[in-house]
Structure formats: structure tokens, C-alpha cells
């Protein structure tokens, strides 16, 4: 059998070479796992407005890749909230004037919250259709379940990283 003998610095190239097919493959998963988790059919990505879907991006680093979302409230809605949040401060809301249910008129007016929030919402009435505006006032932002789609994505994608580094390997033309 023949033996080859490298050079230190034919040696250095290929451990560059398998580094960077390395890179790549992980690269390719990490393309896999951004596509999956954004996948509408697999629903994956909580969509409410498509603003959490359209903020994600991907970058390649020499060393790997970086996953995210640019949306303000992607870690709370990724990650949950786990014991109940109070809400400080004051928030002054303007209320128009309106007319009741019983034909009072009522003045435009100012109301202020201590420690409480107006939040407005729609409801859904079906898939597709939403309610009129409701208004509630809240104390405190209740705990919920974060949805994980991210770390459920990877479970479902990081089985090919593996195969994306092989096919990777194989293309390097000293590593046959």
C-alpha cells in the first residue's frame, strides 16, 4: 500500500476545507430549521397579525449560524411568562364623547389608570373574521405557556444535520 506524505501546509488546507464543510452543513440545517418553523402548514410561528413570522432572520457566522426574531415581543411569546407580571405607573386615556345606552350624553373626558392598562382587542368571530373593538382594563400580565416554535423546529430539522455535514464532506475533492 502506498503512503502519501502532506505537507504542513497541504495538512492545514484540508483541516480548513473539513471546517468549513462543517460550517456549511451546519449552515444547511440551520436553513432547514428557519424554513420548518415558518412553515404556515406546520403552524409553528403564533400568527396573529404575520408580524412575528416577517421579523425572523438568519445569520451565517464563521462558527455556526444565528436564528431570531427582530419582533419586540418574540422572546415573551417564544419563551412565556411564568408568574404573573404587575403592571406600574399611569396611563391616561382620552375618551370621547359618546352618548349611552339610555340617550345621556357624556362630556369628552380624561381617565387615568394607576397601576392598571387599557388594552384594546378584537375577538375573533371565526377564522377569518374578527369583532368589534373591546376594551378591557388590566393589573397585571397573567402567566402563560411560551409556544417554543423555534426548539420545536430543531427537533424536527436536527436529524439531517448529520446528513447536510456528509454531503458537505463529500464534495471536498482531498477527502474521498
Request: hydrophobic share 35%.
Amino acid at each position: 500500500m502506498p503512503t502519501t506524505t502532506l505537507t504542513t501546509f497541504q495538512i492545514n488546507n484540508l483541516k480548513r476545507q473539513i471546517y468549513t464543510a462543517i460550517i456549511s452543513g451546519i449552515h444547511r440545517t440551520a436553513e432547514r430549521v428557519l424554513d420548518t418553523s415558518l412553515a404556515t402548514e406546520l403552524c409553528f410561528v403564533p400568527r396573529d397579525t404575520g408580524f412575528l413570522a416577517m421579523s425572523h432572520y438568519l445569520n451565517h457566522t464563521d462558527n455556526g449560524s444565528v436564528i431570531g426574531a427582530r419582533a419586540p415581543y418574540s422572546v415573551t411569546v417564544h419563551e412565556g411568562i411564568e408568574y404573573p407580571i404587575p403592571i406600574t405607573g399611569a396611563q391616561t386615556v382620552h375618551i370621547r364623547a359618546y352618548r349611552r345606552k339610555d340617550g345621556a350624553q357624556v362630556k369628552a373626558h380624561d381617565v387615568t389608570y394607576k397601576n392598571k392598562r387599557l388594552i384594546g382587542f378584537r375577538p375573533k368571530f371565526s377564522k377569518f373574521e374578527r369583532g368589534p373593538k373591546i376594551f378591557r382594563v388590566i393589573s397585571e400580565i397573567k402567566p402563560r405557556p411560551g409556544s417554543k416554535w423555534m426548539e420545536r423546529a430543531l427537533k424536527q430539522e436536527i436529524v439531517f444535520l448529520k446528513d447536510d455535514m456528509k454531503y458537505q464532506l463529500q464534495r471536498l475533492e482531498n477527502f474521498r
